[in-house]
Nanobody, 117 residues
């Protein structure tokens, strides 16, 4: 079992920045990748950014050059630095942890990010 706790959401004006944090606990040695997803009202949940245990990253096109995903030294923490925020980035952001051996995804409770124009 893996537990994920997110923090760092909030209200920011367009062009501003926020940093999201996610701390994983439990069977973290079996996590193969961690990432951030978001879901806006009336839309499907979408991948924003992910980082593997080897350090490889990928981003959805709409955030490339603006968002950066990284891990803490203890590897049980993942961050999402969000710069140049746009109103269309408004969503609930969810931390995700993936275990390949069980093909299972763990989710955090979500944190609201609201970008005002």
């Amino acid at each position: 079992q893996v537990q994920l706790v997110e923090s760092g959401g909030g209200l920011v004006q367009a062009g501003g920045s926020l940093r999201l944090s996610c701390v994983a606990s439990g069977s973290i040695f079996r996590i193969n990748a961690m990432g951030w997803y978001r879901q806006a009202p009336g839309k499907h949940r979408e991948l924003v950014a992910a980082i593997t245990s080897g350090g490889s990253t990928n981003y959805t096109d709409s955030v490339k050059g603006r968002f950066t995903i990284s891990r803490g030294n203890a590897k049980n923490t993942v961050y999402l630095q969000m710069n140049s925020l746009k109103p269309e980035d408004t969503a609930v952001y969810y931390c995700n942890a993936y275990q390949a051996y069980s093909d299972y995804n763990y989710w955090g409770q979500g944190t609201q990010v609201t970008v005002s124009s």
